[in-house]
């Protein structure tokens, strides 16, 4: 690629069921008395009140003398998507062409736990947008949203307002994008898929939501970027080496 550091490919990639092979909140909820939580906190979840039910689901944990360290510790056990490591360290040798972003409706305690317990090398990626999350002195864990149901996609992080910013503020920096692949699996990562163009390829992983919103698109609505489905980490690697 030409312009060395000042032209790259953005790599986007959401964390649960993407990244990491199952969804953040249901591998905590492990630790609950009997493997998993009671029926209002699930019944919450379902019915997308995911904040309020990660609330609901710490707070429980905390009154059964489940730690936020046993959570952070659990957290490290996350297994990772076969082949997405191999992703990552590809992305990581080639710094000068990938940038790499991560989006993501979990939150920074559990995201940056299962990172690090990979040891997956923090310059690979450029920034990370997800929900809060603090301990506080009673050492509880919290979670609050990053954005406050912004977004018809999401009621905790709308994913197209943070991409195009992130973009714009590093066009302001420098450095623009010949193409953005987009990585994700669920029904909030359709809302940034919508603001991609020609250039640009989004990878819905098979079998879950974001493909069946794309597949279910009539003609004059669909995405305007290539739209190449996977399994496995391997297949999204074949479509990064071939920008090489």
Request: aromatic share 8%.
């Amino acid at each position: 690629m030409a312009s060395g550091n000042k032209e790259k490919v953005l790599t986007v990639f959401d964390f649960d069921r993407t990244i990491i092979d199952c969804n953040s909140d249901d591998w905590v909820a492990t630790l609950c008395p009997g493997g998993e939580p009671p029926k209002e906190i699930w019944d919450k979840y379902r019915q997308g009140f995911f904040m309020e039910a990660a609330e609901d689901l710490l707070q429980h944990l905390h009154d059964n003398g489940v730690s936020s360290q046993d959570i952070l510790d659990v957290m490290t056990q996350a297994p990772y998507t076969e082949g997405m490591k191999d992703v990552l360290t590809f992305i990581g040798k080639n710094r000068g062409v990938f940038d790499c972003i991560i989006m993501s409706g979990t939150n920074e305690l559990f995201l940056e736990a299962a990172l690090k317990a990979e040891g997956v090398d923090r310059e690979v990626v450029s920034k990370t947008y997800t929900n809060y999350g603090h301990i506080d002195d009673t050492g509880r864990m919290h979670v609050k949203s990053y954005h406050n149901r912004l977004c018809s996609c999401s009621v905790d992080i709308c994913k197209g307002t943070l991409l195009p910013e992130y973009i714009k503020g590093k066009a302001q920096k420098g450095v623009t994008y010949t193409k953005v692949v987009y990585v994700g699996d669920g029904r909030n990562d359709f809302c940034p898929c919508k603001g991609l163009g020609p250039p640009d390829v989004v990878m819905p992983r098979k079998g879950y939501k974001l493909l069946e919103i794309i597949e279910a698109l009539t003609p004059e609505n669909r995405l305007k970027a290539k739209v190449i489905p996977w399994e496995q980490g391997s297949e999204v690697l074949s479509v990064l080496e071939g920008f090489m």
